[in-house]
């Protein structure tokens, strides 16, 4: 029998070596990547509703507060999702003829809730509190981005632990005055990090990154 | 990766009940639909308080006043099964797409209107009632969104003043059980409310024709104004029918004992305050009846270690619970404790209580006890009168409960340690008395329609009465009951029961006061109320509940705006100034007495006596179908999902049976295969048969079918506690049972190892330089330790727990209210055999001595909070770790499974989800459970956690306030449904807080403090008050193992 | 050949000649590679069929305890850890021999650790592969625990706990098995070659040429061939005391009375190599005589290991004497109660004197050369102290954990059939794999033979391949 490999083979040989070793470390290394791409945390992925509702008209047109709708988002952990008859408070009125607003119209007429598609969401083992945050002087647009400027709702923040834990370890990026936490706008005025600070102090924020201020 | 997070570890979703519109759908009040009558309770007439203090400075509270006029207040079961329909659609809608990753293709559902006082994602409490044998108990609910979830004591309330018991606290999962009774029926037939209506007018019309002589009605005992008011309306129109009140676990023997006595029924009412001394012939005050849980309060405030510390002697013939608690305990068959008392009568007389005198004669024959023991107890009584107390327990016959009150009146001890009121129902027997006359009725064909809302008497009534055959000659027999049970299937028409906490009535505390009984929930079944089933028979069967308690209040009600004291008595829990004054001068006639009693006393019967207890777990078996009773460990045996026939050793070993053996227990030729079971301190020559078990109907639900043995098999009517005669013999056969606690004592095989529970007589408690406090010092304060231990001093708050052994009964309502604060899974009898049982509080308990002068001690044991946390150092993937403030916190969610934290905890307090216990929860019996706290699947390991949800919530809520937690704001579930407040949590960061004395106290000592885990939970020694004049047994215990529990 | 040399001269160490009979190359390769040519004999099916059906119950083992989850087995509060760990242990210990001899034995030139050491380094091999089983299976949500336990940057951004020795374990053992692995391939590489010269078949030619890597057996070949296989031998050395040392430390480093000592590591290591030898025994004894290789795996062989089980027994059974004097002499209630009242007459106490008769009594009769020296005596022996060692793991796993502190929570354990089945399952995965070796690869590095065979022919003070008789 002749000879079975061929001097090319131990070229050969070498390289499928490298790709294995390669792929070993590369996969992993990948995983790792892609979970903390954009789209992997769902974000920059506008949300279509059943009922084609323009945060920008209602917030910027209108200047309509944020709290108006989420209504309970400083006394309660959940922001609150308007009741239909909040709805109907003003669509009575205005736009009261609107095919657009039928569903709404329905929803109250045949006492069916709307159903909102969620956007944002955290595991159900994280007990996310939106009272304390918007007490202490966290602004709206910290975690969910410029919503004034939003057609449909989109994800602005990754969500992950990582993310959560940067600011319960440095507050003091995104804290503001209490009565501007609706404010998309709102900058500080001087040196961020300075002001930050003093903002700690005098909303008396203590932030926690013990495991049970979030999981329980 | 946190992807694979959100589909394991995953909790049954809390977002999704939030969202979840059940009630609002169900009960809501929606212009022009008719609301459900629990809606408008709910979200209307209700002035709810989101804590106990609120309440107090919650002022009217404005659009609260009822914006429904009375009229749409109508019941209309439709809609609430509607809403329960939709509830399910949304929640299988949720589930589906549940798994969802970071982008969650998920639902929120809103509410189409908001009931002004909800804030999703607040609960808030609303205080209720609940009746048992006829008297209330209140309570305060916590309601998520409309879901009821958590069940406390009304501190407002007299009799359970801020406690609760352990039943009670299993309510919540009673009221989302899935085997409830959910369709009203006519034989197989299912049929509306309005059409059964209609057939029982056309059916009163009839009865009417004879002044209503063939109507019966069975009910439980009550003493609801509003129940009786119906009654007298119902005999009004029908004069000739008849109210039976019937409970199979019923106290006549107080009232007929008291009738003896002083010459008409009346009712003991006890007041431990100031008992200095206290006699209890056979009764388990401390665990039994409505009394019970203030009871504790008051006995455990006079137990605190001082010269003045109360003393307590029990006979019984098995342990209990207050017996377990006795400083002297002496261990007597139920038919021999008439003879003790009245030889205590002829004592005491010669100690110069010339009002006993004429009772002197009644002691005679063979005396069974020790004389030394009941010469040191009378002269303890004698030494304390007008502060002692003597207590007859329910099993034990009229004659002792006369005998008692001859004995409190002659000490002196009336007005002040007990005192005698009128019955606060019209009919005071309910026993088998009065159910043997209506059998009489029944079997003569006198009675042609019967309504039995009574708890299923097929099941309780005594044998020889047949029940469920003489049903048959019943041409109406309508059931109302929450499940189809045996009654249920004996029965023509099955009127499915709305739950205690569905349900809109009224109930009276043993003193009389008040509570209004208010929905939590639209009835989940649309289930009927009892007094709808009345108003039915006075043809306003389609008034609504809601409407016929406030007509009747509103009758009652004098002067003033009626709405705004009824928003404040649902409330406040109760009705003020409702209460009802003892009667003052009661005076015994003794020689009269004598007279009466002395034929009752003497014994004519022999042979073995065969003993029945109320089970203190499921009652007369109405809770029978409720898995967390089912699962709790029994206060004394720790046997779950069983009952079982106890023996004493010596009567064992003389019949050769062993435990887990099981026996034939023959009675007047009726028998029972029992598993038999050893147990400390049980009186020789006796069977002890627990009652409520072995439920075989169709009807009944899965959890309750052929656990246990049906003891009541054996009960007849003329000795339905007691009775001598019974034979019990080997089968050969062995039974598995499930025990929680193999050992009975600290020192199995005679091992030498510290004794966990300490405990200490008073007189070396009170001397600062006694071997006692010798003991103590060195179980506390620092160890040498080789690195600086970690300084909490700084920080907010420095959580800590202590628990006081000298309160503790072993009563464990904390037990149950753990599990149901925390979610936590129940396993069943084969995983408990394995080892495996969840709930995070475990009772241990102890017997020390022998069967004579037997005593136990009771010992929770949860997660200690060690500082040096051995759990932690070893998780691989840091799942469990310290708080900043010294919570040694358990992450489930990054749980591996492991167990190596459980291996590496001295105290075994860990539990671990071996298995997937949550696969079989109903969508129903998913809205009962915690929104706060994660439900754990398969493979996660959990704990204690010092309700850590409460501490979060508290932390938030104040800190928005701008101030923090003051001590005793914030409560832990265990704490809370404490009765006797033997469990202390607060911050020892703060030097006046209660739990920063408990653990300044001279009593505090570490539970295996010499491992050097400086455990946050501190335990303070029990103290006992022994009588010099009797011999002290060893405190702990050289006394001999006492036998294991079965394990092959 | 070398001169006949008058017997008297012979090296009274070298009692026993390690290779018996007149080899040349040629035969020592025919002999030692025949049983790869030869066609597999019903004996072989046999046994490689019952290995199938116990690899299948591991199997069926496996997914039942994958879909239940660990309530499948007997475990509970307090006994959270039992079978599963105690297999691990097992398994981990019986790969120590293969470690010892090619590592240690090497460096110290032991020249009889030739004929047998391919044999034990597949063992190890195998073992370690059984033995990895557990530590993913036995947790409660393995799905995590395969990459939660790996330190890499996650996004919630916590680490695996550095403290934690069950995160020891994890490198501990994958770098035992990776060094384990590479060692005994590279042994491997010549026979290979030998193997894919001599092979008749394309496709058997092609599957030994790509594992022989290309290997000429040139000069330089051989002297890098050298260096490797003395650097991993260097490198493995420790990695006989590391493993078993880190395991043991799951126990050391708790609290339990029963684990909580510091002579686990020197007492878990000599158990894991006597347990170890104990299994080569057990398999080497049937191999040697099936696959005529006698003449190469001699008494001398046999002896030797015996005498190794007789030293590391010993160690084993001062361990045990330690932890009861200990338990005594430190005063500590709890201990004291673990071995004097648990272990000598709690309810598991049978298994504890099981252990001791296995474990300290059997090891005895090596004493005496006759025992040591009989083929049924030593193959029996060697069966009792593999039972031995499990009992002892089962002591320290189950008994202990069983009742150690508060009374209230001593619970009895029992297993259930899952964990009856998964232990059988790994002996069938063991079996199955080295019954694969054994048919397919040569049972005994063939190079090294040839090699001694060599040193011996010109080492004069060696025996002359006991031509002399």
Redesign the interface.
Known sequence: MGPLFRPRHNTLALISLFVVAAGAAGVPAGLMVYARTPYARGMQDPIEQPVQFDHRHHTRDEGIDCRYCHNTVDKSPAAGIPATQLCLNCHSQVWNKSPILEPVRQSFIQNKPMEWRRVYKVPEFVYFNHSIHVNKGVGCVSCHGRVDQMAAVEKATPLTMSWCLECHRRPEANLRPVEEVVNMDWKPDGDPVAVGRELAAKNDVHTRTSCTTCHR | MSCDDNKDARTKDRDRRRSLPVVDKSVAPAKGAAPADGGNGLWRSQRPWRSIDERDRQGAMPGAANEFPAGTMDVDDNVSRRGFMQLLSVSTAVATVGAACQKPNEKIVPFVRRPEEVTPGNPLHFATAYALEGYGSGLLVESHEGRPTKIEGNPAHPQTIGATTAIEQALILGLYDDDRAKQLRQGVTPIAWRSLLGQINANNAKLAENRGAGLRFLTAPTTSPLLLDLRRRILERFPQAKFVSYSSVADDGAVDGARMAFGKPMVPRHRLGSADVILSLDSDFLAEGPEQTRLSREFAARREPSPRMSRLYVVEPAVTVTGAMADHRLRMQGTEVGSFVAGLCSVLASRGLEKLAPLASLSHGERKWDMKWLVALAGDLERHRGSSLVIAGCRQPPAVHALAAALNAALGNVGVTVEYGAPLTPDPLSGPAPLAALAQDIAAGAVDTLVITAANPVYTAPADFKFAKLLERVPNSIYFGLNEDETAAACKVMVPAAHALETWGDVRATDGTVSIIQPLIAPLWGGIQEAELYAAFIGEGDVGANKLLRRYWQGQFKGGEFDAHWERWLADGIVPDTGVAAEGGVAVDGAALAQTVAPLLTRTKSGMEIAFVVDPKLYDGRFANNAWLQELPHPITKLTWDNAAMLSETTAKALGIETGDIVEVTYRDRHVDAPAMIVPGHVDDTVTLPLGYGRTGVGVGGVAKDVGFNAGALRTSDNPWYDRGATVAKTGRRFKFAITQDHWTMSPDGRVIPPPAVEGPIEEVLKRDSKFHEEIEVRRGPLPTIHEPVDYSKQAYKWAMSIDLNKCTGCSACVVACVSENNINVVGKENVWRGREMQWIRVDRYFSGNDDSLSMITQPLMCVHCETAPCEYVCPVNATVHSDEGLNEMVYNRCIGTRYCSNNCPYKVRRFNYLNYIADYTAVRELGMNPDVTVRTRGIMEKCTYCVQRIERKRISTRIEGRTIADGELETACQQSCPTRAIVFGSLNDASSKVSQQHADPRRYDLLHEIGTRPRTAYLARVRNPNPELHVPDAHGAGQEHGKGEHE | MAAPHPSVSRDPLEPQPLIEGVHTDKTINDSLLAHVWRGAGKGWFALFSVALAMLGLLVIAISWTLY????AW????????AFGIINFVWWIGIGHAGTLISAILLLFQQKWRTSINRFAEAMTLFAVICALLFPLL????????I???MP??????????F?????WD?FAVSTYFTISLLFWFLGLVPDLAAL?DSSKS?TK??VY?LLA??WRGSGRHWAEYKWAYVLLAGLSTPLVLSVHTIVSF?FA????PGWHTTIFPPYFVAGAVFSGFAMVMTWMVPARHFLGLKHVVTMKHLENMNKIMLVTGMMVSYGYIMEHFIAWYSGD??E??QFF??RW??PMSGIFYLMVFCNVVTPQIFWFKKARTSIPVMWIASIFINVGMWCERFNIVITS?HQ???????????PTWVDITLFIGTIGLFSTLFLLFLKFIPAVAVTEVKELRHELAHDPTADPVGETH
């Open positions: 239940k989850g660990i309530g007997g475990n509970n509060i307090p006994v959270g850890w036995h947790t409660g949500r393995p799905w995590f625990a990459y939660w336990l890499y940057p996650s996004t919630n951004g916590i680490w695996p706990q403290k934690s020795p069950l995160t994890v894919r394309k030619r092609m040429g890597m290309g799951d480093t708790s609290v339990i209630p709890y004291y109660a009242k648990t007459g709690g954990l150690d502190f508060i009374p209230s929570k001593f619970e009895n354990y029992s």
